[in-house]
């Protein structure tokens, strides 16, 4: 299953124990957008706006639970994580 993380999974499941006719749209999965690149371009030839760049290529999601981000370097396979701690 490729839905895109693990929201796009929770979703899933909850929306097919509520109302298992409700279909579900997963652009990820079912249109040709692999990455955030195409999500850009799919997005600037439709006229929609979206604060992602190229250049900038993160987002930023909050809720009033949280605040979490995602972004290039995280999702590049080869960096290794800065580990830093206080203990």
């Not at 929770?10 to 409700?22: G, I, K, M, W």
């Not at 999500?39 to 605040?67: C, F, M, Q």
Request: proline share 6%; with cysteine.
């Amino acid at each position: 299953m490729h839905g895109k993380g693990n929201d796009q999974v929770r979703f899933e499941l909850t929306y097919a124990s509520f109302a298992p006719d409700l279909p579900v749209i997963a652009p990820w999965r079912e249109w040709d957008i692999r990455s955030r690149e195409d999500a850009i371009a799919y997005a600037a030839a439709r006229g929609i706006p979206v604060t992602a760049t190229a250049e900038k290529i993160y987002s930023h999601d909050a809720n009033i639970w949280h605040l979490s981000h995602e972004g290039e370097c995280s999702r590049i396979q080869t960096h290794r994580p800065r580990l830093t701690s206080s203990h």
